[in-house]
């Protein structure tokens, strides 16, 4: 199983990204997809989720609003667009996937990581 992820860079705040996650070597439609992100110095936070076939999705209080998970199965790929960017929202953005999450909301829940994508977001 391979998780890329993309789309990450610099940007002004009240700006926008969209953050990409090409899957492969899995069945992408029968995973949930979870975004979790690493700011320097913090442990990893959980920031959004996504079920398998995109009819659940789950996000942590702090991007509530103002991010927006979701998948192309027939792209194995899975999106994270993110509106209304705050400096604390500076990270390193990974994508995981799980074929059945035992929490979405934790990244024990997931069995594959992909390598990370660094955001960084200017005051």
């Known amino acids: 199983v391979q998780l890329q992820a993309s789309g990450g860079g610099l940007v002004q705040a009240g700006g926008s990204l969209r953050l990409s996650c090409k899957a492969s070597?899995?069945?992408?439609?029968?995973?949930?997809m979870g975004w979790f992100r690493q700011a320097p110095g913090k442990e990893r936070e959980f920031v959004a989720a996504?079920?398998?076939?995109?009819?659940?999705?789950y996000y942590a209080d702090s991007v509530k609003g103002r991010f927006t998970v979701s998948r192309d199965n027939a792209k194995n790929t899975v999106y994270l667009q993110m509106n209304s960017l705050k400096p604390e929202d500076t990270a390193v953005y990974y994508c995981?996937?799980?074929?059945?999450?035992?929490?979405?909301?934790?990244?024990?829940?997931?069995?594959?990581w992909g390598q990370g994508t660094l955001v960084t977001v200017s005051s």
């Open positions: 070597g899995l069945a992408f439609s029968s995973y949930a």
């Open positions: 996504i079920s398998g076939s995109g009819g659940s999705t």
């Open positions: 995981a996937a799980d074929s059945f999450p035992k929490d979405y909301y934790s990244d024990y829940g997931y069995d594959y």
